[in-house]
């Protein structure tokens, strides 16, 4: 300050830019995994009838061997569904599955599809399944747009599944909505998982060998259709 007000010192400005936008909830969700087999159609499933949303995968892998989660969805839910952008046959992550079949896929083609209700979107794996040569699953849920619901797991090993997807999604800058728990209720778990993930746990949904629509609306009232404002 002595220098300034002696006139012998000089400042230079450097000017920063940047667009920020906040999700808009109303649009839908973006449900991923903290691994495969964790849950994550259910909870779509049961989010889409909490919310009388539309669904849509955008990447499907396995047909050969299942129908895929679209038509799951389809039927427990109960709601319009719109088709993968990305179909292959083979079980395995996207960018292997495509491999196999000389295909790539490509995020620029990936866009929302049109829709008058909010849309329930399902990724597959984790946010760090590869989709090609140069892209994650994180890289489609940021280019999306949408804020995003965790399904993990309840039972051991589920808080440093979930911890670490939780910041690979808040590195880019992702909102995250919520977790939701599947499986055995574990007191200790979800709190572990709301105290270091500073996150809601929005519901917790048992495991069950009768995934029935009667069951997939019992455990849509678990949800609030507060979770888009």
Known sequence: L??????????TYHLGYATLR????????FVTGTDTDVGKTVVAACLARALG?????????????????????ARLAGVRTHPPAYE????????????????????????LPSADRPLVVEGAGGVCVPLSGDSLMVDLIEQLGLPVVVA?????????????????LRDRGIDVVGVVMNGPPSPSNREAIERYGKVRVLAE????????????????RRFDRALLS
């Open 2 to 11: 002595a220098r300034f007000e002696e006139g012998r010192a000089s400042v």
């Open 22 to 29: 906040r999700p808009d909830r109303k649009r839908g969700l």
């Open 53 to 73: 949303a539309d669904y849509w995968k955008p990447v499907q892998t396995g047909t050969a061997t299942d129908p895929g989660d679209t038509a799951t969805v």
């Open 88 to 111: 292959f046959s083979e079980p395995l992550s996207p960018h292997a599955a495509a491999k196999l079949e000389g295909a790539e896929v490509r995020l620029a083609g990936i866009r």
């Open 152 to 168: 993990a797991r309840s039972t051991l090993g589920t808080i440093n599944h979930t911890l670490l997807t939780l910041r690979a």
């Open 205 to 220: 949904i048992p495991w069950t060998d009768d995934l029935t629509p009667q069951w997939v609306a019992e455990q849509a």
